[in-house]
């Protein structure tokens, strides 16, 4: 291995290292506790070398919602591809979203509610941010209904799961009606 090669892999490792400590961060006690100066205390690097690779929050939280829409699309595929039928698709869809909104509350913050400087729905957008848009698409396309374009339907499911999510975990919603409104919403949008 190259001199050269091996500084990359350093620099990858430390990258990877700074997000994890500010997804960890994040989930324990919530973004404004993410600061430079405490990641560069729990990876024990100083400031300089963090923003070496982040010129600073914002960018930590884009690159936190990154990896968070390519997790979302995976978990999302993987969900609706163990389900047969267009039906238990989309109820396996929009399971998996929630799930994911539940169990990753910081992450789903920085990719919905935080500024981390993306682009959504224009040219520049960043790719793993298609791929979780296009993980519902491909999935929801079939159910849109006649003459509905699958973008619009699509766009329109994505924000009412994105409103359940948010309100649930606001304690805005009864936990207890969750899967009501899970069967509520694929029933009442879907077209089977």
């Known amino acids: ?11 990858a490792n430390r990258e990877r290292l700074i997000l994890a400590t500010a997804r ?41 919602a990154l990896q968070g829409a390519t997790e979302l699309a995976t978990a ?19 399971r998996a979203y929630l799930d994911f909104a539940a169990r990753h509350p910081a992450v789903y913050d920085a990719m919905f509610q935080l500024d981390g400087g993306l682009a959504f729905a224009q040219d520049d957008t960043p790719e ?28 329109v499911f994505w924000a009412a799961l994105h409103g359940l999510a948010t309100l649930t975990r606001a304690g805005r919603l009864p936990p207890e009606d969750a899967e009501r409104r899970t069967e509520l919403l694929v029933d009442r949008l879907a077209v089977f």
């Open 76 to 94: 999302l595929r993987a969900a609706a591809a163990a389900a047969a039928g267009p039906r238990a698709r989309v109820t396996a869809l929009a």
């Open 24 to 64: 960890e961060l994040a989930e324990q006690q919530g973004w404004d506790a993410v600061t430079t100066r405490r990641l560069a205390e729990r990876i024990e690097y100083s400031q300089p070398v963090l923003y070496s690779h982040f010129r600073g929050k914002r960018e930590i939280i884009g690159a936190v």
């Open 128 to 155: 793993p941010l298609k791929e979780g848009f296009a993980a519902l698409l491909e999935n929801l396309s079939e159910v849109a209904g006649d003459g509905v374009h699958p973008g619009l339907f699509t766009e």
């Open 1 to 11: 291995m190259s001199v050269q090669e091996r500084k990359e892999r350093e620099r």
